[in-house]
């Protein structure tokens, strides 16, 4: 029943800005934490930041901590994830996705509603 919809990817050369939007349908987004993960051809699903219900508390893989950000707008039932400093590493497909309960986790299988996926692809 709950639906998230990605935007906001794209081509953007190394240095650059992108910032990611995920809304989600549904009338209880507020109860829950959201996070976003990356995926590579050949590699896991990684994790790559994590905030609980309120924004209050967030959590970053160590590779982008410091130039990426997320934060939520409840009213709006939206999580963001604005990306600074893009380096080509991080191209990959980026997903949003609903955590189980309303605290921040950092395992994908703590996870149980994903978007679609929107691709970030950073030229050098």
């Known amino acids: 029943q709950v639906q998230l919809t990605e935007s906001g990817g794209g081509l953007v050369q190394a240095g650059g800005s992108l910032r990611l939007s995920c809304t989600a349908s549904?009338?209880?987004?507020?109860?829950?934490?959201m996070g976003w993960f990356r995926q590579v051809p050949g590699r896991e699903r990684d994790f790559v930041a994590g905030?609980?219900?309120?924004?209050?508390?967030?959590a970053y893989e160590d590779s982008v901590a410091g130039r990426f950000t997320i934060s939520r707008d409840n009213a709006k039932n939206t999580v963001y994830l604005q990306m600074n400093s893009l380096k080509p590493e991080d191209t990959a497909v980026y997903y949003c996705?609903?955590?189980?309960?309303?605290?921040?986790?950092?395992?994908?299988?703590?996870?149980?509603?994903w978007g679609q996926g929107t691709q970030v692809t950073v030229s050098s």
């Open positions: 996705a609903r955590r189980t309960r309303d605290r921040v986790g950092v395992r994908s299988y703590e996870y149980d509603y």
């Open positions: 549904g009338r209880y987004f507020h109860l829950y934490a």
């Open positions: 905030i609980n219900w309120s924004g209050g508390d967030t």
